[in-house]
């Protein structure tokens, strides 16, 4: 997981949310405002998120310090559209951790469960997170965090993340 440095020591590892932190994407919470909601329309516009460039910015400079996992709450059936859109701007080659498929759990339930998983092989640096409920419940389970506030937050993507556990 983790690339020796000169020396023959491991890198520590800073974690990186993709919505709200890289990836903008507010031009696809219409399909998840009202009732019903299009999660498969949802998540099809992902291709077409703008890059949020504070967050590309902070990514590549945490890239040279520590190695890069990406943790997102898609699922995993978008593993192919997110990979392309990560290497489309500049962040592929890292591995990306997705929601496993029907898992609803809220956003902060299902992150905190994969940095334990991760923290058991890799020494976790750092989680970069837009969402204030995960920034709280991984600060409560002991990992140092940075909250992204460089885009928005709608109320449509916290009901989402965290009633809905899709994202």
């Known amino acids: 997981m983790t690339a020796a440095e000169p020396g023959g020591t491991a890198r520590s590892v800073a974690v990186i949310d993709i919505d709200g932190v890289v990836a903008d994407v507010r031009h696809r919470l219409r399909h998840v405002e009202g009732r019903p909601k299009d999660w498969d329309a949802f998540f099809a516009a992902a291709v077409d998120d703008p890059p949020l460039e504070p967050g590309i910015t902070r990514v590549q400079e945490l890239s040279r310090e520590h190695d890069l996992v990406f943790l997102t ?30 898992d609803r759990r809220p956003a902060r339930a299902t992150k905190v469960s994969e940095l334990d998983r991760l923290s058991r092989s890799a020494v976790v640096a750092l989680v970069v997170d837009d969402d204030p409920a995960v920034c709280a419940a991984l600060r409560a389970a002991g990992y140092q965090v940075e909250q992204a506030d460089w885009m928005t937050r709608p109320a449509a993507l916290d009901e989402a993340q965290e009633r809905d556990g899709r994202t």
């Not at 059936?77 to 990306?96: E, F, N, Q, Y």
């Open 73 to 102: 709450g898609r699922p995993e059936r978008c593993r192919s559209d997110t990979v392309a859109w990560l290497t489309a701007h500049g962040l592929g080659g890292w591995p990306v951790r997705m929601r496993r498929e029907g």
